[in-house]
């Protein structure tokens, strides 16, 4: 079946600092790919996504790319803020037609130090 | 515009007893989903909704039952409850095709079964 890999965390970086997340899937077919992010006690929200190959999603100065070739979709972010500590989840779904839910990595923990 | 919303927030329950997690959506989304998040294992999908009047289940289905009430709302019932549903429930919607949309998710329900 289809599944998501992603660097566990916690991912620690100073304010300003360069940040990327890995992650990499396996899917049959063309999914579309999404980065959701969860602030603490609160629901996860969606970030950005990219429905096809070498589409870049971006959204709030982070992006992402979809490779096909690799099956990866890192998300990055030049310059990260102490607001931007949260836990980052990759996903991904079946596209077209695919209503059948979401296929979550198990997400990337990220604290952000003044 | 609320979104998703779920009720309860949090609920405490002893093994053996019965609750049912109630969601409304109000962004006229045909597809709606439950997931549970545990600790290191990401959101795992238990049972979707395509459309109004139908439901399939998903990776972690046994042990719930769900209802798609009408187009707004979902809810989910655990009929004898066990220390392994112990998690954080979340409800979500989307348009006809997730892949393309993304979904929203409610606010979650903090479960604890002792």
């Known amino acids: 079946g289809d599944s998501v890999t992603q660097m566990e965390g916690p991912v620690t970086l100073s304010e300003e600092a360069f940040l990327t997340i890995n992650c990499t899937y396996t899917?049959?077919?063309?999914?579309?790919l999404f980065w959701y992010v969860q602030y603490p006690g609160e629901g996860l929200q969606l970030l950005l996504k990219?429905?096809?190959?070498?589409d870049k999603g971006s959204n709030k100065g982070f992006e992402a790319t979809y490779r096909k070739e690799t099956t990866s979709f890192h998300l990055e972010k030049g310059s990260v803020q102490v607001s931007d500590s949260a836990v980052y989840f990759c996903a991904l779904s079946q596209g077209w037609g695919g209503a059948d839910g979401l296929t979550f990595g198990k997400g990337t923990h990220l604290i952000i130090q003044p | 515009n609320a979104g998703v919303t779920q009720t309860p927030k949090f609920q405490v329950l002893k093994t053996g007893q019965s609750m049912t997690l109630q969601c409304a959506q109000d962004m006229n989304h045909n597809s709606m989903y439950w997931y549970r998040q545990d600790p290191g294992m990401g959101l795992r999908l238990i049972y979707y909704s395509a459309s109004e009047g139908t439901t399939d289940k998903g990776e972690v289905p046994n042990g719930y039952n769900v209802s798609r009430l009408n187009k707004r709302e979902f809810s989910l019932r655990l009929e004898s409850a066990a220390p392994s549903q112990t998690s954080v429930y979340f409800c979500a919607s989307s348009e006809q095709v997730a892949g393309m949309s993304g979904q929203y998710f409610g606010p979650g329900t903090r479960l604890t079964v002792t």
């Open positions: 899917a049959t077919g063309y999914p579309s």
């Open positions: 990219a429905t096809k190959a070498d």
